[in-house]
């Protein structure tokens, strides 16, 4: 138990620090005032400084520094909690942003609420994603929710895009082309169809869904002429 008591003070620490960064910040700039008036102007910028940072982060980062410990220990209600508390989220540092959009994506898809989750996923990408990847992936997301509502050219469209920028790993690849050849088959193009199955054999998935959906469409695809 003592092993893990500093990483738990610390982590408390953490969040009282993001949660009252506010008042933090104002009894700084009040401590600024009365060093100032009281001993000399030239300790008084330090409180000032730092009371200046705090806003500053209040506004560029907001509580995102601390979502990523709530979804690894799995508490989800922590998370979109977190995310609540973005009032501006438009004034957030732009790869924050897109995270932002992006984790209120995932929490609407989860809630079964696609308009929102495409929107969220939209503005994420005219925020301009940190990384190739992040941005295959929204693109990827965009194809499965184009794909449930029956859109299937839009959910073409973005799949292909997402393959073409790049994913995060090759069971999200394998994924993408999976789904790729579904909408071919679809169309009966069974050529393309067999082309996206033979990638998505490829990629050499290791996730246990992913090889099981790969198995039922590798007999599907065995019963196809040509």
Same mark, same amino acid.
Request: charged share 20%; net charge positive.
């Given at each position: 138990?003592?092993?893990? $008591? ?21 009894? =700084? ?10 001993? &000399? %102007? %030239?300790? /008084? %910028?330090?409180?000032?400084?730092? $009371?200046?940072?705090?806003?500053? $982060? ?7 520094? =601390? ?5 690894? *220990?799995?508490?989800?209600?922590? !998370? ?17 942003? *897109?995270?932002?959009?992006?984790? @209120? $994506?995932?929490? *609407?898809?989860?809630?079964?609420? =696609?308009?929102? !989750? #495409? ?7 005219? &925020? ?8 295959? &992936? ?5 194809? /499965?929710? /184009? ?6 050219? #839009?959910?073409?469209?973005? =799949? ?13 690849? !394998?994924?993408?082309? +999976?789904? +790729?050849?579904?909408?071919?088959? @679809? ?12 990638? /998505?054999?490829?990629?050499?998935? &290791? ?8 198995? #039922? ?10």
């Amino acid at each position: 138990m003592g092993i893990f $008591a500093p990483a738990i003070d610390n982590m408390n620490f953490r969040k009282i620090f993001v949660f009252y960064r506010i008042p933090i910040a104002i009894g =700084l700039i009040a401590l600024g005032f009365v060093l100032g008036f009281e001993v &000399t %102007w %030239w300790i /008084a %910028w330090i409180p000032f400084l730092v $009371a200046a940072i705090m806003i500053t $982060a209040y506004f560029l980062i907001g509580p995102m520094t =601390l979502i990523q410990g709530y979804i690894e *220990s799995g508490d989800m209600d922590g !998370a979109q909690k977190l995310l609540k508390q973005v009032k501006y989220p438009n004034l957030l540092y732009k790869p924050i942003r *897109s995270s932002y959009y992006m984790l @209120q $994506a995932n929490f *609407s898809t989860m809630g079964e609420d =696609l308009d929102q !989750a #495409e929107s969220q996923l939209r503005k994420g990408l005219e &925020t301009g994603m940190a990384e190739k990847e992040f941005e295959g &992936t929204a693109y990827m997301q965009l194809g /499965a929710i /184009a794909q449930k509502k029956g859109n299937t050219k #839009e959910a073409f469209e973005h =799949l292909k895009k997402a393959v073409q920028i790049g994913l995060p790993d090759k069971d999200n690849e !394998a994924m993408a082309y +999976l789904q +790729l050849s579904s909408i071919c088959i @679809q169309r009966r193009d069974f050529r393309n169809g067999k082309l996206y199955f033979s990638k /998505a054999k490829s990629c050499k998935a &290791t996730n246990p869904q992913v090889v099981d959906q790969i198995k #039922e469409m590798s007999k599907y695809i065995a019963r196809i002429p040509g």
